[in-house]
């Protein structure tokens, strides 16, 4: 096992749509180990497989009793809606209050190829959430409103800007390349 970098804002991988694993073989049982690896050492509580580059359908997370690995996960049905401060790992350093849906049926498979099936809400619900948006390529800003939106990308081309100036192989790192 080892840890991955996590790719950051600004790296087109985080806005393609990932492909659905077809067979969970010991590649993606090895790389669910380095996520769940990365995502401690971030730390963050989920990781989602393009947020490392793999454009796979699998995410890892931990609400706080343990590490989670769901290949292929569907959210069937979703439910209400619930205000809550939210980060990335790919966006750091950065969080706004996001609404999304509260209560979330999430379907999807463990390493074994078993059936997962969770109803849930809040904290874990959110997860989900997020996770499923960078599967589909949208990461944490492009739920922000108008407003945030314009402002958040000043701030991260300001970053960017800084981190440049600082140590001239910065951007390349920050994009991942
Ligand atoms: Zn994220």
């Not at 209400?80 to 209560?103: D, F, H, K, Q």
């Not at 379907?107 to 997860?127: A, P, S």
């Not at 990461?139 to 300001?158: G, P």
Request: hydrophobic share 40%; charged share 25%.
């Amino acid at each position: 096992m080892s840890t991955l970098p996590i790719r950051v804002y600004g790296d087109p991988v985080l806005n393609q749509v990932a492909t659905e694993v077809d067979n969970i073989d010991g590649r993606v049982v090895a790389l669910a180990a380095s996520m769940i690896e990365t995502m401690y050492e971030a730390p963050g509580v989920g990781l989602a497989a393009n947020q490392i580059g793999v454009q796979k359908r699998l995410f890892v997370y931990d609400k706080g009793d343990g590490p989670v690995v769901i290949v292929n996960p569907v959210i069937v049905e979703s439910q209400g809606e619930w205000t809550y401060e939210e980060g990335c790992l790919s966006v750091p350093g950065m969080s706004w209050e996001i609404t999304r849906a509260n209560a979330v049926h999430l379907t999807g498979f463990d390493l074994d190829g078993n059936e997962i099936d969770i109803q849930t809400d809040e904290f874990e619900g959110r997860i989900f959430q997020h996770e499923m948006d960078h599967l589909d390529g949208v990461l944490l800003i492009e739920r922000l409103d108008a407003v945030q939106r314009r402002e958040a990308k000043k701030l991260l081309r300001a970053q960017r800007v800084q981190l440049t100036a600082n140590d001239p192989d910065g951007l390349q790192r920050l994009l991942g390349e």
